[in-house]
């Protein structure tokens, strides 16, 4: 079975503070996606990457870095959290080409305070 | 339906009833459209694609349905069971990378 794995299930991080996500796929898919997910407003994407050390910006960049030194990882930092950076985050990977399932971790819920 | 903004509308549905779920996209260009089940506390799971160029593909107790025309995709469950019950998300894969953009997402509900 395809596993996306996140890190954390449940942060709680103070407002200033740096915080790093991770994500981890075992399928050896070359892309890899962050979105957060708000009430009412589903998923709305933040970063992706294609390849290592490749990386695009989505819908929603503003706050937020990302990293893929491997393959297999995907990490999002968000520089200086904020109280509206509190949300779900989801990792996803997926193969190139026409595949068009993502696979996606349970999440993070990051609280900020 | 799909709707924008703070409050996820919500289909209630009896137990063994068929469930319709519609959504608006906005890309015409859009390779494939896509339906994700997300359960509590879980990540979206993968149910069902369509390519752009069909407008009727089925799966198992699934059938989705994709008017190019008005930019409509629906999605059919039959004999709705209570583990139907999640929010229920459509998305556009806008080519390239398989970069998928989303719905607001609509909660399914099932009755007994």
């Known amino acids: 079975d395809v596993k996306v794995t996140q890190s954390s299930r449940y942060l709680v991080k103070r407002t200033g503070e740096k915080v790093f996500l991770e994500c981890v796929q075992d399928m050896d898919h070359e892309n890899m996606f962050w979105y957060r997910q708000d009430p009412g407003l589903g998923l709305r994407l933040i970063y992706f990457?294609?390849?290592?050390?490749?990386?695009e910006k989505g819908d929603i960049p503003e706050g937020y870095s990302v990293s893929r030194e491997k393959k297999e990882r995907f990490s999002l930092i968000l520089e200086s959290a904020s109280t509206n950076q509190t949300s779900m985050y989801l990792c996803a990977s997926s193969l190139q080409g026409g595949s068009t399932e993502a696979f996606f971790g349970q999440g993070t819920r990051l609280t900020v305070v | 339906g799909e709707s924008v903004g703070l409050h996820l509308p919500t289909l209630s549905v009896q137990e063994g009833d068929n469930s319709i779920i519609n959504c608006a996209y906005s890309n015409s260009a859009s390779d494939y459209f896509i339906w994700y089940k997300q359960e509590s506390g879980k990540g979206p799971q993968f149910i069902i694609d369509?390519?752009?160029?069909?407008d009727k593909r089925q799966g198992q107790r699934v059938t989705v349905l994709l008017n190019k025309t008005v930019k409509h995709l629906s999605l059919q469950i039959a004999a709705t069971q209570p583990g139907d019950s999640a929010v229920y998300f459509c998305?556009?894969?806008?080519?390239?990378?398989?970069?998928?953009?989303f719905g607001a997402g609509t909660r399914l509900a099932v009755h007994p």
């Open positions: 998305a556009e894969n806008t080519g390239g990378y398989n970069k998928l953009i």
């Open positions: 990457s294609y390849d290592v050390k490749m990386k």
């Open positions: 369509i390519r752009s160029n069909m």
